[in-house]
């Protein structure tokens, strides 16, 4: 999603230039994109955790 928004933003440039649908979809698509990092990154944080609480218990 992350890449499909700037993506959008090259498009914009070009051959969508006088469209507004890239102007409706590239917030929306950074902002998931950067949330499901996000929620990949604390996931495997959490994760390591509890596996390191496993071994030791």
Known sequence: ????????????????????LPGLLIWPLYYFGQFL????????FTGRGQQGLASQG
Request: glycine share 10%; hydrophobic share 55%; charged share 5%.
């Open 1 to 20: 999603m992350f890449v499909a928004s700037d993506l959008l933003i090259f498009a914009r440039l070009g051959p969508l230039a006088t469209s507004p």
């Open 37 to 44: 990092i996000c929620i990949g990154v604390v996931g495997q």
